[in-house]
């Protein structure tokens, strides 16, 4: 079986293409500019666009796996084409879909449910490598700059969105699903803080900003309004979904859900460890 992975040069998406290349499977990562990515060998690179459907016809050749991402071209706007790229996936005899949840409705995912096809919204919470945006900071001064200090999150490893979604494209039972994916615990900012001085050997002081320093921190970094209007409301009104653990993983792949204890082992590098 072929599976056909977009984003997969993205956090997720480089996941997506791991596992299933662990399950052995035959994976087609679908990129817009081949030569600018690498990926495992193994892994066929070819250019498409999902902002132009017709880029996608050769790229769905014999594919029965589909991993979609619902934003796309150089804005991450999102995707308008979700009903022509449906009907080119049923027309190139796909059987199995999953997309990635952009956090809200979105015309691709709506297409998505419509196809007709075994679909799979992958939901995922926080992703546990949001926390490499503090290795900068933490590897020039020992801390950690954030506000609401207090909030609380079930945030998830990117490789377990990886495997519960590379299990949905090539196992038959998760069609009609929409997985909610999560870690095996709730942390509070500290908890994180604490996980990372541990892997790093490092101190790392938490400071608490006020919501003022926060957006402009945000600011000076770059981020445009409408992410830290979103910032604002994610960090300072998180929704139960976002604290709340969902056993997900271990149903689906039949493992635990990694801490995120083991993903700053396995990034201690970035913090200066």
């Known amino acids: 079986m072929t599976n056909l992975v977009t984003g997969a040069t993205g956090t997720v998406g ?87 949840h952009g956090g809200g409705p979105s015309p691709l ?11 799979t919204v992958v939901m995922p ?24 200090v207090g909030r609380l999150s079930a945030m998830v490893h990117e490789g377990d969105i990886g495997a519960v979604a590379a299990v949905a494209l090539t196992e038959d039972g998760h069609g009609g699903q929409e997985y909610v994916i999560t870690g095996p615990e709730v942390l509070t900012l500290q908890d994180k803080v604490d996980a990372l001085a541990a892997a790093s050997g490092r101190k790392i002081r938490l400071v608490e900003l006020t919501e003022e320093e926060a957006v402009a921190q945000w600011r000076a970094g770059g981020l445009p309004e409408d992410v830290i209007g979103f910032l604002l409301e994610a960090y300072g009104n998180t929704p139960a979904v976002g604290r709340t653990v969902a056993d997900t993983v271990e149903k689906v792949t039949g493992r635990p859900a990694r801490t995120f204890a083991e993903w700053s082992a396995e990034h201690a590098d970035a913090f200066g460890g």
């Open 109 to 119: 995912e709506d297409a998505v449910r419509a196809s007709g096809l075994a679909w």
């Open 125 to 148: 919470v926080e992703f546990m490598a949001n926390a490499l945006e503090w290795a900068e900071r933490i590897t020039a001064g020992g801390e950690v700059r954030e506000p609401f």
């Open 14 to 100: 480089r996941q997506v293409v791991a596992e299933l290349l662990a399950r052995g499977q035959s994976v087609r990562a679908l990129t817009r500019d081949p030569a600018k990515t690498e990926f495992p060998a193994g892994v066929e690179v070819v250019r498409g666009d999902l902002t132009d459907p017709a880029s996608l016809a050769a790229a769905l050749e014999g594919v029965t796996g589909l991993h979609l991402i619902t934003f796309g071209g150089p804005y991450l706007a999102p995707l308008e084409t979700g009903p022509r790229i449906m009907e080119l996936a049923r027309e190139a005899g796909v059987r199995r879909v999953t997309v990635l």
